[in-house]
């Protein structure tokens, strides 16, 4: 059903482009599949301040509950940019997937919370302890990268896989004695808590990145529509940046969260329109664990990011915010 639905707006929207491709002042469409959280926040902003119309596009949005999903329709033709992290993007690219990486557009750290009676005061103290974790995503490899920091190995902990939203119940019960996690999972915790827990001091251990994300096709055919997206997501941080608490009242309400609650963590959330060395090593590190793991194709070997990041519309945006070197 779904199926014959997609076609016919996709030949809908064919005729419309003819029609349409006539008069100059046609707005060029963009389909934006997105994952709705305040990690997707820059785009949020942008659409709601109609930031895109400004550089002549009309975007439809496609809201996910995670960034997989929302490159999976970009790469299934169901959509034209996605909003994702990095672990989509290196599976995409461990299965040779021509995609093009075109920025990160946030970042923010994974966390440890502890439970105070166990004793945990340093990364190294987690030795012999139960540790709450989510297999196959950031915290899995937050977890190992911690451990690894604090020189143990995964054989000297006990690792428990959880949803983040059953943390802190698992905590509250002591079945595990800390958990590993991204946030607001980590400030729910403290709030049901209180002073039975305490956050571990991890920062830059390991964090998750947001970008965006297009096919190699459709960046070669639509390369004037691509960068000036990037200059409604550049305009959407400078807003973001000058206005805390509306941007915190948008994004709240978009994402359907209280907005006291997302002001409390709001400064965890690094929003910024860049290509760095972060968005390479971060797909490195997560790119080596899924050949570690074998959670990757049989016989795939360590991909050449640089190969995946195209830096030419940003370039054009704002040649600055292209901080790797040879890009």
């Given at each position: 059903?779904?199926?014959?639905?997609?076609?016919?707006?996709?030949?809908?929207t064919a005729i419309l482009l003819a029609l349409s491709s006539g008069f100059s002042n046609a707005a060029d469409k963009i389909r934006l599949?997105?994952?709705?959280?305040?990690?997707?926040?820059?785009?949020?902003?942008?659409?709601?301040?109609?930031?895109?119309?400004?550089?002549?596009?009309?975007?439809?949005?496609?809201?996910?509950?995670?960034?997989?999903?929302?490159?999976?329709?970009?790469?299934?033709?169901?959509?034209?940019?996605?909003?994702?992290?990095?672990?989509?993007?290196?599976?995409?690219?461990?299965?040779?997937?021509?995609?093009?990486?075109?920025?990160?557009?946030?970042?923010?750290?994974?966390?440890?919370?502890?439970?105070?009676?166990?004793?945990?005061?340093?990364?190294?103290?987690?030795?012999?302890?139960?540790?709450?974790?989510?297999?196959?995503?950031?915290?899995?490899?937050?977890?190992?990268?911690?451990?690894?920091?604090?020189?143990?190995?995964?054989s000297d902990v006990t690792l428990v896989n959880l949803r983040p939203q059953d943390m802190v119940a698992a905590l509250s019960t002591n079945?595990?004695?800390?958990?590993?996690?991204?946030?607001?999972?980590?400030?729910?915790?403290?709030?049901?808590?209180?002073?039975?827990?305490?956050?571990?001091?991890?920062?830059?251990?390991?964090?998750?990145?947001?970008?965006?994300?297009?096919?190699?096709?459709?960046?070669?055919?639509?390369?004037?529509?691509?960068?000036?997206?990037?200059?409604?997501?550049?305009?959407?941080?400078?807003?973001?940046?000058?206005?805390?608490?509306?941007?915190?009242?948008?994004?709240?309400?978009?994402?359907?969260?209280?907005?006291?609650?997302?002001?409390?963590?709001?400064?965890?959330?690094?929003?910024?329109?860049?290509?760095?060395?972060?968005?390479?090593?971060?797909?490195?590190?997560?790119?080596?664990?899924?050949?570690?793991?074998?959670?990757?194709?049989?016989?795939?070997?360590?991909?050449?990011?640089?190969?995946?990041?195209?830096?030419?519309?940003?370039?054009?945006?704002?040649?600055?915010?292209?901080?790797?070197?040879?890009?």
């Open positions: 059903m779904h199926h014959h639905i997609g076609r016919f707006v996709l030949a809908g599949a997105q994952n709705l959280a305040p990690i997707s926040g820059l785009a949020i902003i942008a659409k709601q301040k109609n930031l895109f119309e400004k550089y002549g596009l009309d975007v439809a949005v496609n809201n996910f509950t995670s960034g997989r999903q929302a490159l999976e329709t970009v790469l299934g033709g169901g959509a034209d940019i996605a909003t994702t992290a990095e672990a989509p993007i290196t599976a995409a690219a461990l299965a040779r997937q021509k995609i093009a990486l075109l920025a990160r557009m946030e970042y923010s750290d994974d966390k440890t919370l502890v439970n105070k009676s166990a004793g945990i005061n340093s990364a190294a103290d987690l030795k012999g302890k139960r540790i709450g974790y989510t297999v196959g995503t950031g915290s899995e490899i937050y977890t190992l990268t911690l451990l690894k920091k604090a020189g143990l190995t995964k079945s595990i004695d800390a958990y590993n996690t991204w946030e607001p999972h980590i400030s729910n915790g403290k709030k049901a808590l209180g002073d039975k827990v305490k956050e571990l001091d991890t920062k830059g251990v390991y964090a998750e990145t947001f970008n965006l994300v297009v096919t190699e096709e459709y960046l070669s055919k639509n390369e004037k529509s691509v960068t000036a997206f990037l200059r409604a997501i550049l305009d959407a941080e400078r807003f973001l940046k000058a206005n805390r608490d509306e941007s915190i009242t948008i994004i709240a309400a978009a994402t359907g969260m209280k907005k006291e609650e997302l002001a409390e963590i709001w400064n965890d959330y690094i929003f910024e329109l860049v290509l760095d060395e972060r968005v390479l090593s971060t797909l490195k590190n997560h790119a080596e664990w899924r050949l570690e793991s074998g959670n990757a194709p049989a016989g795939a070997t360590l991909p050449d990011f640089h190969k995946f990041i195209f830096a030419a519309p940003l370039k054009q945006v704002a040649p600055e915010r292209v901080k790797i070197p040879g890009l």
